[in-house]
C-alpha cells in the first residue's frame, strides 16, 4: 500500500512539470525595448538560465519597431497587444506572442513579451508576470490550475516559484 501512495505521489508531481516544446535547443537573447524592468528581467533570466535555459540579457534598451528575429525575445510595454488576451472574466496583464519553427508548433524561434503598464507600480506583480513571460518566450507551457506554487500556472495568484 505505501508504495502504492509513493507511486501516486510521484505521478501528481509529476503532472505539475510543465512541458517545454522546444525538440531544439536555441540560445536566446533578451532586448528590452523599454525602460522600467530591467532589474526583474536580469532576475528573471538568471533563474530560467539556473533552471537549464540559455537566454543572454543584451545592453541597453533598444528600438523593437521590427520584430524579434531568430532567437531573439522582445520585452515591452504595450496595453494593446496585452488587451487582446483579455476575456470576460480576467484581465489580462501580460502576453507572449511565440513564433515557431516549422508548422508543428515545437520550438521557439522568436518572441514578443509585452506588459500592460499597469504593472509599473507594482514591481512584486511585475516580477512575477515576467518570470511567467520568459518562460513563454523559451518554450514553456502552462501548468494545471491545480498545480500551486508553479510559475507556469496560468492564474497569478497560484503562480509561484516551482517549475
Partial sequence: MLLFFIA?????????????????????TIYMCDHGFEKEVEIATNW???????????DG??????????????????NNEVKKFDTSISTAYAATIRS???SSHETVKSSNIYLSTDLIDNKSKMQIFIFHEIGHA????H???S?????????????GSKL
Fill in 138 to 141: 523559451v518554450g514553456y507551457q
Fill in 143 to 145: 501548468v494545471s490550475e
Fill in 61 to 78: 534598451v533598444y528600438n523593437c519597431n521590427e520584430g524579434p528575429r531568430y532567437s531573439e525575445i522582445h520585452i515591452q510595454f504595450n
Fill in 48 to 58: 530560467w538560465n539556473n533552471k537549464g535555459a540559455s537566454i543572454k540579457l543584451a
Fill in 8 to 28: 501516486q505521489m510521484t505521478a501528481w508531481a509529476d503532472s505539475c512539470k510543465a512541458e517545454n516544446l522546444n525538440t531544439q535547443e536555441i540560445n536566446y
Fill in 147 to 159: 498545480c500551486h506554487n508553479y510559475i507556469m500556472n496560468p492564474y497569478v495568484d497560484y503562480m
Fill in 100 to 102: 515557431h519553427i516549422g
